[in-house]
């Protein structure tokens, strides 16, 4: 399909252990975004890539959380010594990105990844 | 920092029944979006409002932008069941510097 795909759809993992998630974004979309939601609550910022630019990573809880895109597609984010706390759904999201009023453009979301941290 | 609000926090109603929701921000954004999620997808986009007082309609779903582009509506006439999920605006600034979403508001139409 053309939407964003993200794997795995699910990651059961012991608590000090690290995790990657990866976003494959939708063709073409210079902007790419990731996401945490919580149960039941709405979606927190996290990182966001535009093009060539530097990422803006102001919504990352720590830095045991990373992330890296490569050639302007394929994103992966890493947690490192996960936590209880990091349990959650990570969202992808992908755009066609900045221009001017970018804030117009729609994100397009991948279903998650369900991550469980015992 | 710009910040959305949105209420209610939940909502259940019963099928034929109408309903607003709201989002507000003490910020002027660009544009608003409102997106649906279901449960175990991503959200989804319904519209975009870019222009203050903008009025869009997606059958039963009429998306309103305030005039100074500080809050907006959405109101569902004749819900039904498969309207349910998690309603969430987001909105961007003048600048493209920073686009926030809302905590979301949680809906759920009883048959």
Same mark, same amino acid.
């Given at each position: 399909?053309? &939407?964003?795909?993200?794997?795995?759809? @699910?990651?059961?993992? *012991?608590?000090?252990?690290?995790?990657?998630?990866?976003?494959?974004?939708?063709?073409?979309?210079?902007?790419?975004?990731?996401?945490?939601?919580?149960?039941?609550?709405?979606?927190?910022?996290?990182?966001?890539?535009?093009? @060539?630019?530097?990422?803006?990573?102001? &919504?990352?809880?720590?830095?045991?959380?990373?992330?890296?895109?490569?050639?302007?597609?394929?994103?992966?984010?890493?947690?490192?010594?996960?936590?209880? *706390?990091?349990?959650?759904?990570?969202?992808?999201?992908?755009?066609?990105?900045?221009?001017?009023?970018?804030? @117009?453009?729609?994100?397009?979301?991948?279903?998650?990844?369900?991550?469980?941290?015992? | 920092?710009?910040?959305?609000? #949105? /209420? %209610? #926090?939940?909502?259940?109603?019963?099928?034929?029944?109408?309903?607003?929701?709201?989002?507000?921000? /003490?910020?002027?954004?660009?544009?608003? #979006?409102?997106?649906? #999620?279901? %449960? !175990?997808?991503? %959200?989804?986009?319904?519209?975009?409002?870019?222009?203050? !007082?903008?009025?869009?309609?997606? $059958?039963?779903?009429?998306?309103?932008?305030? +005039?100074?582009? $500080?809050? /907006?509506?959405?109101?569902?006439?004749?819900?039904? %069941?498969? +309207?349910?999920?998690?309603?969430?605006?987001? !909105?961007? +600034?003048?600048?493209?510097?920073?686009?926030?979403?809302?905590?979301?508001?949680?809906? /759920?139409?009883?048959?």
């Amino acid at each position: 399909g053309a &939407g964003v795909s993200q794997s795995p759809s @699910n990651k059961v993992t *012991e608590k000090g252990k690290d995790v990657e998630l990866r976003c494959d974004p939708i063709s073409g979309h210079t902007a790419l975004y990731w996401y945490r939601q919580s149960l039941g609550q709405g979606l927190e910022f996290l990182i966001y890539f535009q093009g @060539n630019s530097a990422p803006d990573k102001s &919504g990352l809880p720590s830095d045991r959380f990373s992330a890296e895109r490569t050639g302007g597609s394929v994103s992966t984010l890493t947690i490192q010594r996960t936590q209880q *706390e990091d349990s959650a759904v990570y969202l992808c999201a992908s755009s066609l990105g900045h221009q001017k009023g970018w804030g @117009n453009q729609p994100q397009h979301f991948g279903d998650g990844t369900r991550l469980s941290i015992l | 920092t710009q910040l959305l609000e #949105q /209420s %209610p #926090q939940f909502l259940s109603i019963q099928e034929g029944e109408n309903l607003t929701v709201y989002c507000n921000s /003490s910020s002027v954004f660009s544009s608003l #979006q409102w997106y649906r #999620q279901e %449960p !175990g997808e991503g %959200p989804v986009l319904l519209v975009t409002v870019v222009t203050g !007082g903008e009025v869009k309609k997606l $059958k039963r779903l009429t998306f309103q932008f305030g +005039d100074a582009r $500080k809050d /907006s509506s959405l109101h569902i006439t004749a819900a039904q %069941p498969g +309207d349910t999920g998690l309603y969430l605006c987001a !909105g961007g +600034d003048n600048y493209g510097q920073n686009f926030v979403f809302g905590p979301g508001t949680r809906l /759920s139409v009883l048959p």
